[in-house]
């Protein structure tokens, strides 16, 4: 259900915002991919080793999927936490820019900068897309309280799923648990085709597709890469080719 109106009397406090901050968690299709996503996180977790009091500080700490599983992969394979922390590093810098790009939309005249610092670690992907498509019907002075919402009802969702992926991948069987940890890559496949927007996306996506079979055949260890920056920038030529023309 989307926000009422901005000149409703619903936004008349804090609270009433961040209460419609947690309703819109259930007007999204991406709660339910954030849902199969962290079932898989659940599961790998599992899998590797890790507590589930481990593993669910990690979702509400880390709160961006790649980056958790790049955090439980490569300490589940032996490397050091100096390792793990540099790998996760890199993978944080691409949510830099969505910041940026949310931030402007919260702050008012009055806003205090400790006011953002919740938001600001809220803001992953999914919470990115959700900002852009519910705040302009938000009034600015409610937005930061429900952004607040939207993210608590967000991460609550991760942080149940990854309760239930954890507990299945120790009750099922082993053809049962491996495909839950499927359902992490599945579930990046299908929000990452819902988010193409223009050509040079699906172009994109297409192109990764249809070179890792191709690329896996090098054995090079970091297929995946390869074949996400050839195709990557191939489609960016693409674009910018078009775009002159």
């Known amino acids: 259900m989307p926000p009422p109106a901005p000149d409703s009397p619903e936004w008349k406090s804090p609270a009433r915002a961040f209460v419609r901050g947690l309703r819109a968690v259930t007007s999204t299709v991406q709660t339910l991919v954030l849902f199969a996503t ?6 790998l977790a599992h899998d590797t080793g890790f507590s589930l ?9 880390v709160w961006a999927g790649p980056a958790q599983i790049i955090l439980i992969s490569t300490l589940g394979s032996g490397a ?9 590093t890199v993978s944080a810098i691409r949510l830099f820019p969505m910041v940026v790009s949310v931030l402007p939309m919260l702050r008012t005249p009055r806003t205090k900068r400790r006011d953002l610092i919740l938001p600001t670690h809220f803001i992953a992907v999914t919470l990115w897309v959700e900002c852009f498509r519910l705040l302009p019907q938000v009034p600015r002075e409610r937005r930061v309280a429900f952004t607040n919402g939207l993210g608590v009802g967000l991460q609550s969702v991760c942080l149940t799923a ?4 954890y507990g299945l991948a120790a009750n099922l069987p082993p053809l049962l648990g491996a495909a839950i940890l499927l359902l992490t890559p599945l579930a990046f496949l299908l929000s990452t085709a819902r988010n193409c ?24 260890g970091v297929d995946i890469l390869i074949s996400g920056v050839s195709a990557g920038s191939i489609a960016y030529g693409v674009h910018r080719w078009r775009e002159r023309a």
Do not use: E, K
């Open 53 to 61: 009091g481990w593993v669910l500080l990690s979702t509400a700490l």
């Open 80 to 88: 050091t936490v100096v390792q793990a922390a540099i790998a996760v």
């Open 197 to 220: 927007r223009q050509l040079s996306d699906i172009a994109a996506l297409a192109l990764g597709l249809a070179l890792f079979p191709l690329v896996s055949l090098l054995h090079s």
């Open 162 to 165: 990854t309760t239930v992926g």
């Open 38 to 43: 962290y079932l898989g996180i659940g599961a």
